[in-house]
């Protein structure tokens, strides 16, 4: 079955500091979507990309779509103590309704 | 509140019993979906229902879990005979798709937290 990984599984970074985390499905996605979960919330929506080496931003996040469409990362510039969270990768398979997820990466940031 | 309620947020149960949670989507929606989430771990999909159509089901989803959607708006997720490893939190999300579409945002509950003893 599909299988995403992601990396790193955990990040502490300095106020200030930049942020990336990496997501690689083992099959071609049909889309790609980030998730930030923040602790003892649930999983909130930041984004989907679809096409083929898209990159998309929202402030500081930058998010993109490998060229194969297998891969994506989510950067943050000049990370905030309110950035602080685990960010999930979700990729969907072609023709299915399947969202899988990864194990995330779990920001901190020291301030 | 217009966004995915879930009831209850919390549940405690011995081994053996039956449980249901509630999950009641973002009105219009007519996507839902369930998935179960450990610590440490990212949600995994558990089954989909499009209205109230049940489409698609995880190898995940033992016989001893059953979800419906009876009239297209409100779901329910019964585990029967719960075990300890049925511990974890239990995730509802909505979406609205309209047509042939891959682009879809879905909405999150707050979760159902179950604690198998």
């Known amino acids: 079955g599909q299988q995403v990984m992601q990396i790193p599984q955990y990040q502490h970074v300095q106020e200030g500091e930049d942020f990336t985390t990496y997501c690689n499905s083992s099959?071609?996605?049909?889309?790609i979507q980030w998730y930030k979960q923040r602790p003892g919330g649930h999983p909130v929506f930041l984004i989907q990309?679809?096409?083929?080496?898209e990159v998309k931003k929202q402030k500081r996040l930058t998010f993109q779509f490998g060229e194969a469409k297998k891969n994506s990362s989510l950067h943050i510039t000049a990370t905030q103590t309110t950035d602080v969270g685990t960010y999930f990768c979700a990729g969907l398979g072609a023709g299915s309704y399947q969202l899988t997820f990864g194990k995330g990466t779990k920001l901190s940031v020291i301030p | 509140d217009t966004g995915v309620s879930q009831d209850p947020r919390h549940k405690i149960t011995k081994r053996g019993q039956n449980v249901t949670f509630r999950c009641d989507p973002i009105?219009?929606?007519?996507?839902l979906y369930w998935y179960r989430q450990t610590l440490g771990q990212g949600p995994e999909f558990l089954t989909y229902?499009?209205?109230?159509?049940?489409?698609?089901k995880s190898r995940l989803l033992s016989d001893r879990f059953s979800a419906e959607r009876p009239k297209g708006s409100f779901s329910t997720l019964e585990i029967q005979r719960t075990e300890q490893g049925d511990s974890a939190m239990y995730l509802c999300a909505s979406s609205l798709v309209i047509g042939v579409s891959n682009k879809e945002t879905q909405y999150f509950g707050p979760g159902t937290r179950l604690l198998v003893l």
């Open positions: 229902f499009q209205n109230e159509a049940q489409l698609e």
């Open positions: 099959t071609t996605l049909s889309n």
């Open positions: 990309l679809v096409k083929s080496g």
């Open positions: 009105s219009e929606h007519n996507r």
